[in-house]
Structure formats: structure tokens, C-alpha cells
């Protein structure tokens, strides 16, 4: 089934994008979800003590207090290997969102092939989110493609991201970003992805906090790129935000489609009840969600969207992050620990 959904309707200046789109059906039936904290969990057998590479890190508000070398300290300390940066979808309305690029900038130059980021967000998405109710001139709209292709293709960018075109308030305070995925820039920069044969991380919640279900549009809107994009390589960030029905059927109507996944304890974050957890209080993998990691052990990287800066965020607090995943990683099978914690992500981003 079909919707209609307009981009934008600025009639009276000609370089406003005006133009009339539609979104498919997700191509699969939606499963509704439900909060289940008690359902059955895999048990851990201790700690995986293999390698780790962490795909979905911020660093932000210019790291102030905290320094490039501590933050690297921490991620050696948890035994990480490789850690991949990169924008929050908020970045682009943050004061210091020019020290934070800076920042991810000298966390790749001092890593090397330890280090890793991805780049477009600050300039895209907060940006997105604002021009979709006003319109935009299509001149903006270039140089904003333009500087993307340079840091894509000269300033040392893996990728594209974190985009969020749908992202709400789960606490107070968080910006709320809403733009629909048949938007023309956003088809731009899927555009781009495919032209340049890099991967695009999104951000997309299907859910409001205060229970507005937007499954059929969200991922109805992927169901779209890649009609458009057959060839898209897409992250989806933290497993889709989902239930782990949806998230298989995702995985089954898209082969290219790739997922990380952010480990959320319910005893610290209540916040995220209504965005699919993936494991319970004891960081054992929910049975339902370790059977889907086993099923699809190509699929999934790890990305703790852990955020380095904020004040109340620590190299500790990233060693008990990293410790919680290592337990929840040794209830699965070998070959897929393996894959999740760092093979996928050899393969994403290149060998570490």
C-alpha cells in the first residue's frame, strides 16, 4: 500500500525544492511491539576475550576535561582494538560541534589504523530537520553535497554519519529531528553512498517515547532507498530500535542491510523501554535476540554509542560498558562472538 506524503510546497520562490513523493509498505508485516523484561535470556558464561572493535562512538563538546590520550587509554584498557567515531544526529545545533569534528579528526590521526570515522551529520541532519518545514535553496543544498564528497573522498571519512532523521525526546532536553526518508536531501546522500560505495549510518527511532508507533514509515522509507539504491550499503543503529520479529524481516527484505548494536541496561536507562533492548538487567542477550545474532552472524557489529565529552561519561564508565558486552557476547555461539565483536567490522570498514 501507497502514501502520499509531500516534501515540501513553497510555491512562490522557484529555487525551493518542490516535489511529490510516496513511501512503499515496509515489504513485510509489522510486528507490533511490546515491553517484555522477563522474557527468557541466554545465559553467559563468563566474559568473551577476543578482539573488539567499537563502530558507533561520539566524541563531543570538544572533549572538554577529557583529553584524546585518556580516551585512548580507556578504549586500550577495555581491550578494544579498533574504535570508529563519528556525529551525533543533534550535532549540527551544538556550540561546540566545530571542536568535536576537530576532535574525531585527531582521534583517527593519532590511532591510524586503530581508528576510524564517519562524517556528514553535522551538516546534514539538524539541517534537514529544519529546511524540510521551510524549504531550501538548492544552491545550500549543493555545497552541503559538495563538502560531503570531500570529506568523503580527501578528508579521511569511512562513511556517512550518524544521520537521524528520526530521533525524539527520550529525556529532557534531547532535540527532537523528524524528516522523511523520501525527502529529496536525504535521497541525495543515499545517493551518494551508492556513487561512492560507502556505508551510510541512520539513526532511526519507530517509536515516540509517548507510544506513536512510525514502523510502517520508517521502514517503509528504507523499503524506498532501496528500490531506489538496490546496491545501498546501510547501518541501521542499534538493531533497528525494534523488536527482533522486525528486525529479522529486515534483515531477510534487505541482503546489503547491516545492523550495530547498543547494549542498554534497564536498571541505568528506562528510556529506552520502548526501543527494543536487546538484553536484561544481568547483560545476558534476551534468548529471542541471541537467536537472531546466531541466525544472521553477518549482520551485526557492535557500536556502543558510548559518548566521550558528555560530563557524566567516563573512561570508566566505558570499561563497564565494554565488560556488560564481553558477558552478553559469551552466550553465543563462537562463530557468531566472533563476527559481532570485530570480523563484520574488518569487513565493513577494512582490516584493523
Keep these: 500500500m501507497w502514501g502520499k506524503i509531500w516534501v515540501a510546497a513553497l510555491l512562490s520562490a522557484p529555487s525551493w525544492v518542490i516535489a511529490e513523493t510516496h513511501l512503499p509498505s515496509p515489504g513485510f508485516e509489522l510486528t507490533p ?19 573488539l572493535i567499537d563502530t558507533h562512538v561520539h566524541l563531543l563538546r570538544g572533549l572538554k576535561g577529557q583529553s584524546l590520550s585518556e580516551v ?17 544526529p543533534n550535532e549540527g545545533r551544538m556550540r561546540r560541534a566545530v571542536e568535536s569534528a576537530k576532535k574525531r579528526r585527531g ?20 539541517w534537514m530537520h529544519k529546511t524540510h518545514a521551510g524549504g531550501y535553496d538548492r544552491t545550500d543544498l549543493e555545497q552541503r553535497i559538495g563538502r560531503l564528497r570531500r570529506d568523503l573522498t580527501s578528508g579521511g571519512c569511512l562513511g556517512i554519519g550518524e544521520i537521524g532523521p528520526y530521533h525524539f525526546d527520550k529525556k529532557a532536553g534531547m532535540g527532537i529531528l ?45 523499503a524506498l532507498w532501496y ?25 531477510e527484505a534487505h541482503p546489503t542491510l547491516m545492523m550495530n548494536m547498543k547494549q542498554v541496561n534497564p ?12 538484553s536484561n538487567a544481568k547483560d545476558e ?9 546466531e541466525a544472521y552472524p553477518d549482520r551485526f557489529m557492535v557500536g556502543t554509542d558510548s559518548r566521550f565529552g558528555e560530563k557524566w561519561f567516563s573512561g570508566d564508565r566505558y570499561l563497564k560498558m565494554i565488560g556488560a558486552l564481553r558477558k552478553a557476547l559469551s552466550g553465543l555461539n563462537r562463530e557468531a562472538a566472533e563476527k559481532v565483536a570485530y570480523k563484520n567490522a574488518q569487513r565493513v570498514f577494512g582490516s584493523d
Design 33 to 51: 511491539y511490546k515491553v517484555d523484561l522477563d522474557r527468557p535470556a541466554r545465559p553467559h558464561g563468563g566474559e568473551y576475550a577476543g578482539s
Design 72 to 88: 585512548a587509554d580507556a578504549v586500550n584498557a577495555a581491550g578494544v582494538t579498533r574504535m570508529i567515531v563519528l556525529p551525533t
Design 107 to 126: 582521534w583517527v590521526k593519532m590511532g591510524g589504523v586503530k581508528a576510524g570515522r564517519l562524517c556528514g551529520s553535522t551538516y546534514f541532519t539538524h
Design 178 to 222: 523528524r524528516t522523511p526518508l523520501d525527502y529529496e536531501p536525504m535521497l541525495r546522500l543515499v545517493d551518494m553512498a551508492v556513487e561512492l560505495d560507502v556505508w551510510l549510518d541512520v539513526h532511526l527511532e519507530p517509536r515516540t517515547p509517548q507510544g506513536v508507533a512510525l514502523e510502517a514509515e520508517v521502514f517503509g522509507g528504507i
Design 227 to 251: 528500490q531506489r539504491q538496490p546496491n545501498l550499503k546501510l547501518i541501521v543503529s542499534h538493531t533497528a530500535m525494534t523488536n527482533s520479529e522486525n528486525a529479522r524481516a529486515l534483515l
Design 267 to 278: 536498571n541505568r536507562q528506562i528510556s529506552w523501554d520502548h526501543l527494543g533492548r536487546i
Design 285 to 293: 542477550f534476551f534468548e529471542d535476540w541471541a537467536k537472531l545474532f
